[in-house]
């Protein structure tokens, strides 16, 4: 069964500073990984997707993601954090066979501070 | 794109009352519907997968007959907590996608509260 773990539950970066969120999986196949950001009290919004292809990923609100099949890797970055990124992000690995039956990692909550 | 509507954003009832909750896809044909929980601080837990015509498929440990979800067309589902109890008191969230590979497209879910 395919996993994911978030290895940071809380980050505090300084508004303007650089942001990295980790996140690993296991899977068995090639897998389809999401990252999806949650404003308190609200559902999730889509940053990006990788399915195939180019390795880095470029999603909506500045972000980035990388896959590293070797590292099991699919870890997300902003260069220059917004106060409004404060938020909980959360990875997710997808499973085809399941109609794209997401698996989510225990989320990472960031902190912006001004 | 891709917009989700879910309704009720928020539901106070009392014990024993069932709650309906709908999701609707706005602009895209939802070949399937999938239905999470959220308790506070934590992550998604999924409840159940559901696509248009057919019975949902409840991952282990979700009563089926607690929460009834039907997807009734390429648009719209709906989760009904039946005989609600406190413990059932949680963050709903509904999420639908289309057709091949496309990605899952969230609700803003749905905070459920019963006295």
């Excluded at chain 1, 990923?57 to 404060?86: C, T, Y």
């Excluded at chain 2, 070949?31 to 999470?36: D, L, S």
């Excluded at chain 2, 949902?56 to 609600?84: P, R």
Aim: charged share 20%; net charge positive; hydrophobic share 35%.
């Amino acid at each position: 069964a395919q996993s994911v773990t978030q290895p940071d539950i809380h980050i505090t970066v300084s508004e303007g500073a650089s942001l990295e969120l980790r996140c690993n999986y296991s899977y068995g196949a090639t897998p389809y990984l999401f990252w999806y950001v949650q404003s308190p009290g609200q559902g999730l919004q889509l940053l990006l997707k990788y399915f195939s292809g180019d390795t880095l990923v470029q999603g909506i609100k500045g972000f980035e993601a990388e896959f590293k099949r070797s590292q099991s890797s699919f870890n997300l970055r902003k260069p220059s954090v917004h106060w409004s990124d404060a938020a909980e992000y959360f990875c997710a690995v997808g499973e085809k066979a399941a109609g794209n039956k997401l698996t989510f990692g225990g989320g990472t909550r960031v902190l912006v501070k001004p | 794109g891709a917009v989700v509507s879910q309704h009720p954003s928020r539901v106070i009832c009392k014990s024993g009352t069932s709650v309906k909750i709908e999701c609707r896809s706005l602009d895209f044909q939802a070949t399937t519907m999938f239905w999470y929980r959220q308790f506070p601080k934590q992550s998604l837990m999924l409840m159940a997968t559901s696509n248009e015509g057919s019975k949902a498929t409840y991952e282990q440990g979700v009563e089926k007959d607690k929460f009834l979800i039907n997807h009734a067309s390429l648009t719209l589902s709906t989760l009904t907590v039946t005989s609600a109890h406190p413990e059932d008191s949680s963050f709903y969230i509904c999420s639908a996608r289309g057709w091949g590979d496309q990605p899952q497209h969230f609700g803003d879910g749905t905070r459920l509260s019963i006295l």
